[in-house]
């Protein structure tokens, strides 16, 4: 495979300072980028053909475009809140190697005309909020950041934002109303954050491997970084993978990679004695593939072919030894509690899948609740104000879809034990 | 600002061809302009720009592959719109369900039952079962929230609304959204209560019966009563009010939205008054001094007493009048002053004002402002007044204008003003030295005399005095330059007060010529002075008449007179000096000496009881016909919602059967006639 | 309307959500933005929120900075920090615990010391996170120096299962570590050093070869 470009020696001792990143060549892809005019720079994110790695995976140079040029406050975003379930690349990459992802944020900005950022992580990151905010320290004192970079008349002042425990915070306009000061919920589009963001400016936001891959597309080139991967799934990509495999952990991957090599080549597969039942490609809230998926490509198209998304990169693989109703079950405690509340049918469809899959477990639901908690799917997804709604209903519905007639026996078997239990009970 | 120019888009909604403003919401356009209704919870356009939240407008908008919330889409040419595909449908059934889920039905014991909006979008757009099984949330209720409103957490749907008018209407910003998700409520600080001056609003924002009323709570259903659409006296604002009446009372006030009056409005004293209607201690009967107390008499004998005691003063009577006097009324007492008695000294103003020529520069029609301009325009000065004090919706409508970015705020007050935090500039003067600060003002704008000489003598700081100038003229404002129109709109919202008193003409003038320099008489609309009498209807009583004539007494100059035992007669319309009045102990003698004391009341005030020898029963507002003027000119009608009280006669045939009895002659309709002629023809709306 | 709530079978299961069943207590003054001249503030912790504040074009974009400097400095974010906090803001204390009241790392009620998050999302449950969970109650439920939540992903299911220990990331963790980890904290030592997560190397084998 390709040299690995973010993770490339992200285990030298003292990368994190910048005598180290610089004597790896740290910072030369910014005084290149300097060098260049910000239309050309944003030619070339555009020509590198990089898609957003938080999850949605929109082309970063064509989002930079979006933003109206001219002489007005602009904001560049890190969205550093990695709290999609399964996921935690950005976290290795913030704590071992923060530089990266000052210097690429400081490109987008220069290219964007953005003259204020904000790194916003996630609360409970607190060692990674600490490293970044001694890293920005070295950058300002090194002339990185400040008024006038390099000398080349371009300012730039940079602040770590730190969370305070809020899934829905990752969602882009969640994010910036909570960025400034506010209950973290998500904002009407449009308008969009490219042309009224934070404090209504126009606002970049990217997610961190998206920031930190920038350098080195400055660095090579935007055709020799499209070359890496497939076709619409340009270069490398962070993946998490975790859950039933022996050797959990951040892998980087030229996208494109067989599934199967990543769970069972990377990762070392399931325990000894089990196999794969099913796995989530992209965190939580991609829907379900089953074993017979492992040998699709791992790349943006591919999956959304299958039905399902590459999302923030994270695998989760559940072997044989669970039920699909423990999974459904954790997947929709986790979004109804993470719901903001602001919609109707997010705040209360996750709420009552959640009570509905604990019926399920206790023996009280029958068949029928099958039908009506798919129903109840339905009419979540695409009606919600943000896509959190959604991000439950499909893996819960991918999930009732694919293990149907597993849910069913469960449904049976437990109300069968209930009702032992409740006769037993009765004779007792 | 002037107001943006709206161009017409025609799109098409189930098949209709509708023509709307462009950039009006899909809700609001279908609805207003399609007679077609897309069910709504979260969005409310008087609060501000849409939320999305409740998703109950779904719609199917052609080209967009995703159902669309109605209340927050744009309507652009050529857009075709369904709103009863089955798509629709099961959405907008679906959100209805999830909405019940936790709504406890108990609609039976509901307040809103009736007039519930969630009744009737689940009867007109909801799938009519449920299939949620599981048991629902329970919890105490009703709570307090305040004094005033009680709050039911099971039946909220949680629409923000509430918080919504409390964070970005009235920001007082006390009520917040708690915890997250499913377990968001509505509440306050450490269990502060909701008290602001607006609070009230949100029992009537709200689309369920989670926030009731506590004086409204259980005392009629919708199908017992009738609403009577009439208007607030309580302020010069003159809010537009709906009257709920049962039985002969007034059970609640709500509003009757009116843009151009209250923009959808009350404050809580206009909303919770009306409790003081029905209360046992209102006269309802007419009283006559007998023997050092007041007792109750047969009209025949209070007319006839209160005759006689006019007869006998002659021209040596004085009449003060209140600002919750209609101009009928007002119009009635000056004639039989001025005809019947031969008296010119009639006051309608607490403390005294400009003198003809001067008032009726100020008048002048080409340079008043209207409420709506607040809104618009680039600069609003808020001069010598405290609007929510003194017109409170008015205060809203400022901080509108402020919040939506369009409108610089400067406040120039001798004290603190609640709008301070929302202004660019904020001056302070010594209390009564409103005249000498807009001298100041004219000098900092490039009139005459020395700023620093004249802000000393206002006890303003010279530099806050050129702030406010700055604000008015745009000097630091990017948008004047950028489009650099010829003109600037300021309003300047000034206060009575700064006319009262013995520099009365030079405050006049000098605000004249702070007009004249900012350019607010060069007839366009959008600029302008706007002032707010000292009371309910003020201004109509000064376009009436109820005003003493050049030389004779005016409201200081007659308790003065009384007071030297000048004026044997004094008649209080509506007023009791001694609370409403300045200068109390010089109105205690007069009101001692005065052997006839004439009063229409509505209760027995200190200076009623101690001092009125013949006392009428007055009406309330909601037993009222006639008509007013609000502050920025509009003639509006009351309108009576109930019966009077006990023995109560309408006050204007008091008045009438007196001004017979004291030899003037004529029917009362043609003083109504001839009183409605003045102000637009305000009779008959 | 006076009801005793412990008498209504409905209620008896208390509000599962705190605050629901409160009401406002009318004896008390409306809650506005605090005056500064009636409400002291330390000095440091008026500094801290002011540093904060500097960051911003906007000073309320502070809050959630400011709700946290409280909560360092009273251990939750009491009413009297809240209001402080509010007074240096020049917001309503309302607001600033609307906004609180958001984030689950926020304290809206006294609680301990020690903040224990057990993640028991979908990774973590995988490989026990629940046995885990019920070892933190079990052991340190009930003591008051501690706060044992269950928290969504923390995003470290490369150590599943695992808690945040006062901030510090510590797994892969048995249930059989709790105790140690619990008396570790109560000695006021670093919690299981070497689980700890700051100290682990990556996986990916190409990191590793491809250092120079
Ligand atoms: C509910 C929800 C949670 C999200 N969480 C994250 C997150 O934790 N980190 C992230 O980078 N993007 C997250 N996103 C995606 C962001 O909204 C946004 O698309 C992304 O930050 C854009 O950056 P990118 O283009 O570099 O991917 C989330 C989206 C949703 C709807
Ligand atoms: S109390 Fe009423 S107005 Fe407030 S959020 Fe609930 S339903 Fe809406
Ligand atoms: S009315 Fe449109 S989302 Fe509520």
Known sequence: MTDILLFRGIDEPGLATIDVYERRGGYKALRSALGQTPEALIDTLKGAGLRGRGGAGFNMGVK????????????????????????????????????????????????????????????????????????????????????????????????????????????????????????????????????????????????????????????????????????????????????????????????????????????????????VKLWFPGGSSSPVLTADDLDLSYDFDTLAKAGSMLGSGAIIVVDDSNSVVDI??????????????????????????????????????????????????????GNCLCVLGDAMAMPIASMIQKFRSEFEEYIETARARSEQALVAGAAR | MPRPVVDLVTFTV???????????????????????????????????????????????????????AGCATAVKDGMVVHTNTPRVKEAQEAVLEFLLINHPLDCPVCDKGGECPLQDKSFGWGGGISRFVEPKRHFEKPLALSPLIAIDRERCILCYRCVRFSQEVSEDYQLVLHDRGAHTFVGTFDGHPYVAPFSGNIIELCPVGALTSQAYRFRARPW?????????????????????????????????????????WLCDRGRFAYQAIHVDDRITQPLLRDGGALVPVTWERALEAAAAGLK?????????????????????????????????????????????????????????????????????????????????????????GVRRGAVKLAVATSRPSSLDPNAEAVARFAPGAGEAFVAAL????????????????????????????????????????????????????????????????????????????????????????????????????????????????????????????????????????????????????????????????????????????VVFPAESHAEKEGTMVNLDGRAQRLRRAIGRQGESRAEWQVLTDLAGRIGLARGPGQALRRAAGLPRGAWGM | MTIDPSSVAR?????????????????????????????????DLRAEIEAEMAKYPEPEAATIAALKAVQRRYGWCSPEGVVQAACVLQLTPGDLVGVGSFYDMLNMRPAGRNAIYVCTNISCSLCGAHDLFAAF?????????????????????????MASVNGQYVGPLDPADVPTLLQQLRDGQEPLPEKQLARRPSADPNARGSAS
């Open chain 2, 14 to 68: 189930d098949g209709r061809e509708v023509t709307a403003p462009q950039n009006s919401m899909l809700v609001d356009a279908a609805l207003q302009y399609g007679d077609i209704e897309i069910p709504v919870f979260c969005y409310e356009r008087k609060i501000g720009p849409p939320v999305g939240a409740c998703r109950m407008c779904l719609v199917e908008v052609e080209g967009v592959p995703k159902l669309q």
């Open chain 3, 137 to 161: 109650q079990e052991h340190a439920g009930d003591d008051h120096d501690f706060q044992v939540k269950s928290f969504e992903c923390l995003g470290a299911c490369d150590i599943a299962p």
């Open chain 3, 11 to 43: 209620y008896a299961g208390g509000s599962r959500i705190p605050g629901w069943d409160d009401s406002a207590d009318l004896e008390k003054d409306p809650a506005v933005v605090p005056d500064p001249a009636t409400t002291p503030v330390p000095d």
């Open chain 1, 64 to 275: 930079a475009s979006f933003l109206p040029k001219g002489n007005i406050q602009k904001y560049v975003v890190c969205n550093a809140d990695e709290s999609e379930p399964g996921t935690f690349k950005d976290r290795e990459l913030m704590q071992k190697n923060p530089h990266q992802l000052v210097e690429g944020l400081i490109i987008a900005a220069y290219a964007v005309g953005a003259s204020k950022s904000f790194i916003y992580i996630r609360g409970e990151y607190g060692l990674q909020a600490d490293m970044l905010d001694a890293a920005i320290g070295e950058a300002e004192a090194a002339g990185y950041l400040g008024d006038d970079i390099l000398g080349s008349g371009f300012g730039l002042s940079l602040y770590v934002s730190r969370g305070a425990g809020a899934y829905i915070c990752g969602e882009e306009t969640g994010l910036l109303d909570s960025l400034e000061g506010k209950r973290g919920n998500p904002r009407l589009k449009p308008p969009f954050p490219a042309n009224a963001g934070l404090f209504q400016g126009p606002t970049l936001i990217n997610n961190v491997e998206t920031l930190s891959t920038i350098p080195h597309i400055i660095e090579m080139g935007a055709e020799a970084y499209a070359r890496i991967g497939v076709e619409n799934s340009a270069g490398t990509k962070l993946v998490s993978i975790s859950g039933n495999v022996q050797r959990p952990g951040n892998y980087e991957i030229e996208l494109g990679m067989s599934s199967r090599d990543i769970v069972f080549g990377l990762a070392g597969g399931p325990p000894e004695g089990r196999s």
């Open chain 2, 224 to 264: 017992d009563v009738e609403g009577g659409g009439s208007i607030c006296t309580h302020c010069p604002t003159q809010c537009n009010v709906t009257f709920t009446v049962r039985d002969e009372r007034v059970l609640r006030v709500m509003g009757r939205d009116n843009e151009a009056v209250d923009d959808g």
């Open chain 2, 442 to 613: 004219d000098a900092a704008l490039g009139g005459t005399g020395d700023l620093a000489e004249l802000a000393d003598r206002a006890g303003a700081d010279a530099d806050a005095v050129q702030a406010v100038a700055d604000v008015l003229t745009g000097r630091d404002d990017a948008r004047t330059h950028d489009d650099a129109p010829a003109t600037r709109d300021v309003v300047i919202l000034w206060g009575e007060r700064l006319t009262a008193g013995e520099r009365a003409d030079h405050a006049g003038r000098n605000l004249l010529n702070v007009a004249r320099h900012l350019d607010l008489g060069a007839s366009r609309d959008g600029a302008g002075l706007l002032e707010i009498p000292a009371g309910g209807n003020n201004r109509g009583l000064r376009e009436v008449g109820v005003l003493p004539a050049e030389g004779a007494l005016d409201t200081a100059g007659i308790a003065a007179a009384a007071a030297e035992g000048r004026l044997p007669a004094l008649y209080l319309l509506h007023t009791d000096p001694l609370l409403d009045l300045p200068d109390r102990s010089t109105w205690l003698r007069a009101l001692d000496k005065a052997s006839t004391v004439i009063a229409h009341a509505a209760f027995l005030t200190e200076g009623i009881s101690e001092h009125a020898t």
């Open chain 1, 328 to 381: 459904a079950l954790w997947t929709a405690k986790f979004y109804a509690h993470e719901s903001c509340g602001k919609c109707t049918p997010c705040r209360e469809g996750t709420t009552w899948t959640h009570t509905m899959l604990g019926r399920i477990k206790d023996g009280s639901a029958t068949p029928m609740d099958l039908d009506i908690m798919a129903s109840v799917q339905e009419h979540i997804i």
């Open chain 2, 312 to 400: 006998r003063a002659g021209s040596d009577v004085g009449a003060v009048v209140g600002g919750a006097t209609t101009n009928e009324e007002g119009h009635l007492l000056a004639r039989l002053l001025r005809e019947g008695l031969g008296s010119e000294n009639i006051d309608s103003r607490p403390a005294g004002g400009p003198s003809t020529g001067v008032r009726t520069a100020l008048a002048a029609p080409a340079l008043q402002a209207t409420i709506p301009d607040l809104e618009f325009a680039h600069a609003v000065l808020v001069l010598d007044t405290e609007p929510v004090d003194d017109a409170p919706v008015i205060d809203l409508r400022i901080r509108k």
